[in-house]
């Protein structure tokens, strides 16, 4: 087990983390998704060693992780924090940033890492400018680059994604489940989106004011959410009422063509493209609004089949 924590709280004139406890293996990133303040970033200021729990431990390869009130010097070499913070030495260039994260690599190696991290952050054409003048985008890719350049055993990232464009999010996203595979590194990603982690997390858990509400695997949070505020977290979600039940699903999970006991009369209302596929707006029997993905528009369908992935 590389990272456990054990009954984690916070408070500061209010209970902002209430009895976290969970574990991160070697080689596992776990998404934390839940709505902003909510205490998200604050977990992982406490994991990182950047501040001190109110109760409850953090453990990094079974020792403890101590915090500000034990260091004069907060933080652990082998947790490696990506915040909106960015702490960035801003009147060292981009290239001076990267290489001071690697001089514990030989010249040959550091060098080789410092142009392969700046190509991955795509941040070549600003490589001797002072991190000062980067603009706010420019400065997380500089922070997430530094925190690579550590090769840390456990990377926590908090909202790593929102400054990027799709094309760079997908980039990024796969060199870093490279590293996770090759070195080891355990991954705690932390996002309002849930839709941003259902292809990277091998577990995620579901947080709600400063408590754990669910631990669970992508797939089962996406097509079996036990409510629909947990459900709007990873993406569209449809709810209907039938046989005086309320069902939930997916935008996809439908058939056209079979009759279950889950059938519906619908009434089109409008298309839109999306690119990959259609979002159909329909009306149900009992005027609920409800979106269908499909490949083609759906404008002649009067009624459809709700198929559960699960």
């Given at each position: 087990m590389l990272l456990k924590l054990e009954g984690i709280c916070f408070s500061y004139e209010k209970q902002i983390l209430n009895n976290i406890s969970f574990s991160l293996d070697e080689g596992e990133l776990i998404g934390i998704v839940g709505k902003s303040g909510i205490g998200k970033t604050t977990l992982l200021k406490i994991i990182a060693g950047l501040k001190d729990p109110s109760a409850g431990n953090v453990f990094f390869q079974d020792?403890?992780?101590?915090?500000?009130?034990?260091?004069?010097?907060?933080?652990?070499?082998?947790?490696?924090?990506?915040?909106?913070?960015?702490?960035?030495?801003?009147?060292?260039?981009?290239?001076?940033?990267?290489?001071?994260?690697?001089?514990?690599?030989?010249?040959?190696?550091?060098?080789?890492?410092?142009?392969?991290?700046?190509?991955?952050?795509?941040?070549?054409h600003v490589k001797n400018h002072k991190a000062l003048i980067l603009s706010g985008g420019e400065q997380q890719r500089l922070c997430l680059a530094r925190a690579l350049a550590c090769e840390p055993k456990v990377l926590l990232l908090d909202e790593p994604f929102v400054h990027l464009d799709g094309k760079l999010r997908?980039?990024?996203?796969?060199?870093?489940?490279?590293?996770?595979?090759?070195?080891?590194?355990?991954?705690?990603?932390?996002?309002?989106?849930?839709?941003?982690?259902?292809?990277?997390a091998n577990k995620i858990i579901h947080f709600e004011k400063g408590e754990i509400k669910r631990i669970d695997t992508?797939?089962?949070?996406?097509?079996?959410?036990?409510?629909?505020?947990?459900?709007?977290?990873?993406?569209?979600?449809?709810?209907?009422?039938?046989?005086?039940?309320?069902?939930?699903?997916?935008?996809?999970?439908?058939?056209?063509?079979?009759?279950?006991?889950?059938?519906?009369?619908?009434?089109?209302?409008?298309?839109?493209?999306?690119g990959a596929y259609f979002v159909n707006h329909f009306l149900t029997q009992n005027k609920e609004k409800i979106r269908l993905y499909h490949t083609e528009i759906l404008n002649e369908t009067k009624e459809i089949s709700i198929k559960k992935r699960n």
């Open positions: 020792a403890k992780v101590l915090g500000p009130m034990f260091n004069l010097v907060p933080g652990h070499e082998d947790i490696q924090l990506v915040n909106q913070d960015f702490a960035l030495d801003i009147y060292h260039t981009v290239e001076e940033n990267i290489r001071e994260k690697a001089l514990y690599l030989p010249r040959k190696e550091r060098d080789e890492l410092v142009v392969e991290l700046i190509d991955l952050v795509e941040l070549d997908s980039k990024i996203s796969n060199y870093i489940l490279k590293l996770k595979k090759k070195r080891k590194m355990g991954i705690i990603l932390v996002s309002h989106d849930g839709s941003e982690v259902l292809s990277l992508p797939l089962n949070f996406y097509f079996d959410s036990k409510t629909i505020k947990e459900a709007e977290l990873f993406g569209d979600i449809n709810k209907v009422k039938i046989g005086g039940k309320s069902i939930l699903f997916r935008p996809n999970e439908f058939e056209l063509t079979k009759q279950n006991k889950l059938s519906l009369k619908v009434k089109f209302m409008e298309s839109e493209f999306s």
